[in-house]
């Protein structure tokens, strides 16, 4: 249908707010009747700029998923899911791992309830040399913050997944030409008496590996990785054994959770252990 443009009327402006508005009914505080708790309601997915402490160059800029949650008593029917945001930006544009607790006690306060729980996961990048020749490349790897307060008390979990090369045991003894290998990843939460470096958590999960990767290899350095490997064979349970031994070993490690899951390059399935202490 075509319309005459010099006859559509023009739309009106709009009309002036009044001077004292009726207040907006808050559906949330109404009361609920079925005598549930709810453990964790809230926001999840959102998407916020963090600066994380970085070991090698004091801080480090990325972009964390974040999830913020309270508890609900029976009594009410919703919470405010806008204060949660308020209270996030509250916090100024970037927020720094040191002001998690701060956050936690804000929602707390916020939202009336006692118990609050914050998850944070983003990208955690490292600067790695090849082995041989030296050139540099960029590795990520996924880290993960879960602080839950409860009262004054704050319970924080460390989690940090790296990628990593395992070769089979069994493969390199009973075949003739080699052995077959495959990236697998290791996931590794701590609770601990002081801060961890992510980067060291790393480390220790990659020296328990038949080999770290790399993001850069020429062929010398491939040559030495394919090798290295082939010297280290390890079993999915090798490597949670790995990674456990040296967490024994860490004062500072109090609780910990190792999960292991290799992407077999001769299955249509994945090799799969865990170990958790605590």
């Known amino acids: ?35 549930l708790r709810i453990d964790k309601v809230g926001v999840r997915g959102l998407r916020f700029p963090i600066q994380i402490k970085d070991k090698a160059h004091e801080f480090q800029n990325t972009i964390a998923t974040i999830g913020l949650f309270v508890d609900l008593p029976k009594e009410f029917k919703g919470t405010h899911m ?22 936690l006690t804000a ?15 983003f990208p955690f990048f490292l600067t790695k040399k090849a082995p041989v020749t030296g050139k540099e490349g960029v590795l990520d790897y996924t880290a993960r913050f879960e602080a839950n307060a409860a ?10 997944i ?15 030409y080699g052995a077959h290998n495959q990236r697998g990843q290791v996931t590794v939460q701590i609770r601990s008496t002081k801060s ?14 038949s080999s770290e990767l790399y993001s850069l290899l020429k062929r010398p350095d491939e040559k030495f990785v394919t090798e290295r490997a082939y010297e280290n064979p390890v079993f999915v349970e090798d490597l949670v054994r790995n990674v456990a031994v040296k967490l024994n070993a860490h004062e500072d490690v109090t609780w910990y959770k190792v ?20």
């Open 151 to 160: 009262g004054t008390e704050i319970d924080f979990v460390l989690t940090v």
């Open 196 to 209: 961890v470096w992510i980067e060291d958590l790393i480390e220790l999960v990659e020296k328990s590996a």
């Open 259 to 278: 999960e292991a899951e290799n992407f077999e390059s001769i299955h249509n399935h994945n090799a799969y252990a865990c170990i958790e202490k605590g």
């Open 162 to 176: 790296v990628p990593v090369t395992t070769l089979c045991p069994c493969s390199k003894t009973i075949s003739k």
């Open 82 to 103: 806008s204060r949660f945001i308020e209270v996030l930006n509250a916090h100024g544009s970037i927020v720094h791992v040191e002001s998690i607790p701060e956050i």
């Open 107 to 121: 929602m707390q306060q916020r939202l009336h309830s006692d118990n609050a729980h914050l998850e944070m996961e």
């Open 1 to 35: 249908m075509l319309i005459d443009e010099e006859s559509t009327p023009a739309p009106e402006a709009p009309a002036n707010p009044p001077a004292n508005p009726a207040p907006l009914h808050d559906v949330q505080k109404q009361p609920d009747n079925r005598q």
